[in-house]
């Protein structure tokens, strides 16, 4: 047996003396404990819970409010009251570019060209200068205003450019005057506009030249509008293959050349009476006529070649002809010279998108 140490003893005895002083103190009715223990415990035992009892309905009698229900929704229920069927909403309108392309321009669409003549002379009217000849056109009436603004600010463009060159030649010419109180050469400026419709678009020809003495310098430009939007029309936004198109442009052009050239040199024919006999006799002798063929005399080697041809310009243009299209070619030869000539598109029509279409094929 282990002795315990003093200190640990007394310690020992002092819980012991303890905890029977506070069982004699407290009166506990362990039954009743024991009941409110037990209680607890079923409160928190979820399986012994008790349930809630449901009075069971037989089948026979479950069914029969079911069956009732829906006899009287049927018979209450009231018969369907037909509706009108509504409209159908419009579609929005389209803008449909066909139309456009039958409608004749020209009656809403106006152009003016305004020829001119002006010099620029000395202070005593004694030496002349220069001169600015030409003429200048204008977009003067549109139902579109943007598609007339946006013509017109090419056209003069081009106008105020060759103007400009024209005070050039005044200020220079009067510089050497001035100086030497004489001058060499006066000087020229020559500006023209030439346009092309066929009623959905408006093609100008623009040329200026200028001249002093020998020297010329000469300026062409060219431009196409879609004469419904102002659009400035390029070769490669109407067709899909531009190089082609030109090919077959220069030689139309070439041939068209060729064949007015030899239109205009037919042969003649000329009639030489034949004299009457002066012995008439009983039977009047009828004059006749010998027939002379003056052959042409063109020589076709003189005539442009379509390789001839450095720049092409395409113009549409309008047909007196149902069911024919045509452009007018417009070709700038290696030796200066400007050609043009009408040529049928119809045969080229493939070459065309649909854009193009529209635009060229009205």
């Known amino acids: ?55 069971e309905t037989p089948a026979s009698q479950s069914e029969t409010p079911s069956e009732t229900t829906e006899e009287t929704t049927a018979e209450t229920t009231p018969s369907a009251t037909p509706t009108a069927t ?49 003429n200048r056109l204008v977009v003067t009436d549109a139902d579109n205003e943007t598609a007339r603004d946006a013509i017109n600010l090419v056209v003069d463009g081009f106008y105020a450019e060759a103007e400009g060159a024209y005070q050039n030649v005044v200020a220079q010419i009067k510089s050497e005057y001035l100086t030497t109180g004489v001058i060499e050469n006066a000087g020229s400026v020559y500006v023209h506009f030439e346009y092309f419709t066929n009623g959905r678009a408006l093609s100008v020809l623009m040329i200026y030249v200028v001249n002093v003495g020998e020297k010329a310098d000469r300026k062409v430009d060219y431009a196409t509008f879609d004469m419904l939007t102002g659009h400035y029309v390029t070769l490669n936004s109407v067709v899909s293959d531009a190089d082609a198109l030109e090919r077959a442009m220069k030689t139309g052009l070439a041939d068209a050349i060729k064949a007015k050239a030899l239109e205009t040199a037919q042969p003649t024919v000329t009639a030489t009476p034949t004299p009457t006999p002066a012995a008439v006799t009983t039977t009047t002798a009828p004059t006749t006529a010998e027939t002379t063929v003056v052959e042409p005399t063109i020589n076709e080697d003189d005539l442009p070649k379509a390789s001839d041809f450095e720049i092409i310009y395409i113009a549409p243009s309008a047909s007196d002809v149902e069911g024919v299209h045509k452009v007018t070619v417009i070709g700038l030869a290696k030796d200066g010279i400007i050609y043009e000539a009408e040529v049928e598109i119809d045969s080229y029509a493939d070459l065309f998108n649909r854009y193009g279409t529209s635009v060229f094929f009205v």
């Not at 029977?20 to 223990?37: F, H, K, M, P």
């Open 86 to 134: 509504p409209s159908p909403t419009p579609l929005p309108q389209r803008v449909d570019f066909s139309d456009y392309t039958e409608i004749d321009l020209t009656d809403s669409f106006e152009v003016t060209v305004e020829e001119f003549d002006e010099s620029a002379h000395s202070d005593d009217d004694t030496v002349e200068f220069a001169t600015f000849t030409g």
């Open 1 to 55: 047996m282990k002795k315990l140490e003093g200190n640990k003893l007394v310690a020992l005895l002092l819980s012991a003396g303890m905890t029977t002083a506070l069982l004699a103190a407290c009166s506990v009715n362990t039954d009743q404990l024991g009941q409110g223990i037990s209680e607890l415990g079923g409160a928190f035992n979820t399986t012994a819970a008790p349930e809630t009892t449901i009075a």
